[in-house]
């Protein structure tokens, strides 16, 4: 794990226990602005394993989340570039990096259904961390010390999982244009050269540029006073 990704973490995680972020949804909602426009939604097609995916998903997803939570919302489709096939009633998963991706989309997936957006945090540890999978159970016991490692797995073993797994397929087939790699971005349900770039650029600023109402200080309207803020002698 670089120095750089290390450093990230150390920032997210105290912002987060700070302000508790994604678990008390009052956090960052510094009653300055309340959302008066349609929130901008992206939604991330990804895979467990792809380096970019990781990347993406921890360096601009999840910070651009929680400073911008209250005009934004988030769809997280862990299935990639896999493939499914039906077999007597069940899907069979073929993943880009093998068996291990298929398990930690998997994973993703359930714990996406159990915990909704509560699993960002969950899911960011994990994509952090230098091995994903290992990664999963202490993750999770770091924010939700009471979800037993047992219930995710049965998820993830079971039909629910399988189900789950299949919707991914669905709705990731189902992409206008088909997604040409991964992550592959949507921004209200649109995918563009232009947008992609400009996410990967910056998810934070595109969000801010594209959301039609009062933008929040977190935008940059409340940063110019902050320059002229001294700490006197
Ligand atoms: C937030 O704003 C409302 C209305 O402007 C005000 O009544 C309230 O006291 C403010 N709350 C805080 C915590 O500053
Ligand atoms: C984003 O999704 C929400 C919930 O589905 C919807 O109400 C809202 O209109 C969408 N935003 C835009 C800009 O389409």
Not at 26 to 46: D, E, G, H, I, R
Not at 59 to 66: A, G, H
Not at 123 to 148: H, N, R, W
Request: hydrophobic share 40%; charged share 20%; proline share 6%.
């Amino acid at each position: 794990i670089n120095r750089k990704l290390q450093l990230l973490i150390i920032n997210l995680l105290a912002v987060m226990s700070l302000c508790n972020c994604l678990v008390l949804e009052q956090c960052m909602k510094f009653n300055v602005t309340k959302p008066n426009a349609a929130p901008v939604n992206v939604s991330l097609y990804y895979e467990s394993l792809c380096p970019g995916c990781r990347q993406f998903l921890v360096f601009q997803l999840v910070p651009t989340f929680i400073m911008l939570q209250d005009i934004m919302g988030i769809d997280l489709v862990p299935y990639g570039n896999a493939q499914e096939k039906e077999d007597q009633g069940k899907y069979i998963f073929t993943c880009q990096h093998g068996e291990d991706e298929c398990l930690g989309n998997m994973i993703e997936t359930c714990l996406l259904s159990m915990l909704g957006i509560n699993a960002f945090p969950v899911i960011l540890c994990m994509e952090s961390g230098v091995d994903v999978l290992k990664a999963a159970q202490p993750c999770l016991g770091v924010y939700f010390p009471d979800t037993k490692w047992d219930s995710v797995m049965n998820c993830v073993k079971g039909d629910e999982g399988n189900k789950l797994m299949h919707q991914n397929a669905v709705k990731t087939n189902a992409l206008k244009p088909p997604h040409e790699y991964v992550p592959w971005i949507t921004v209200n349900g649109e995918h563009t050269d232009a947008l992609q770039d400009k996410a990967m650029d910056s998810l934070f600023n595109l969000v801010c540029s594209l959301y039609k109402g009062d933008k929040p200080p977190a935008c940059g309207q409340g940063l110019k006073k902050k320059t002229n803020s001294y700490c006197m002698n």
